[in-house]
């Protein structure tokens, strides 16, 4: 019983070995690209290949981030920003997955709102900010309607493609077993869609993070967007330079907090299910 418990574990342990090691080689493989554009950065702004006005130092930048984060300017920019990406995306969550529940599981629902949903997620987000500004004009309803559709349209079309793209097979198992409706929505399908739906959240958020930078830089006076206007308005670049290293940094974080997120929530899938 123990030798049979022994043998069992030993193929575990081989595995996550293997997997850590996957894992520590993609991420030192992951440094050298910035890297290289850093010493490339510093080379260039240290020998004035660039002119400073254009292209100020990575030392310069460091001291504006400090700056910024020592006057409380950043955090009080960054939590303008988290509050409206929260409300956007959230709004834009329930909506999509609504949408895209209704569509996939109804061919008749779909029939009706697809092709109109398709052509309304063609258009832009900046394609819809004249329109907006007109009809809510432009404090903050105008930045949460754009990114809640910023994050709407993946999420929605996610999970309209992941329920409508379940097997067939499973389908008929759940007749087989004369599973009742929600069984079936609660055993089969929703657990069969979960991966591309997951994924539609994370384009989802991306999406919002994207769209919340946009806005800021058109319509507002506060956030991290409108600290680039503003950099740019003065003619300080290593602000524009900090804020967006800022935007490109925490955008990363989100996305790799729900990548890690799914491998939780999803944790029960079998590898390359």
Known sequence: MATDSLALEAPRSAVAIDGYRRHLVDVLLAWPVPLALLAIWYVAARFEWIPPQVLPTPEAVAHTLADLHASGELWDNLRVSALRVAGGFGIGLVAGLSLGTAMGLSPRFRDYVYPTFKAFSQVPVLGWLPLLMLL??????????????????????????????????????????????WQTLSRVIFPAAAAPVWNGIRYGLTHAWLALVVVELLASSEGLGYMIVYGRQLFQLDMVIAAVIVVGAIGFTLDQLLARAERVVLRWRKPGF
Request: proline fraction near 4%; avoid cysteine.
């Open 136 to 181: 809510v004009g432009i404090d903050e309803a105008l930045k949460i309607i754009l990114i809640a559709k910023a994050a709407l349209v993946p999420i929605a079309i996610n999970t309209y493609k992941g329920i409508g793209n379940v097997p067939a097979a499973y389908l008929e198992v759940a007749r087989v077993l004369r599973l009742s409706r």
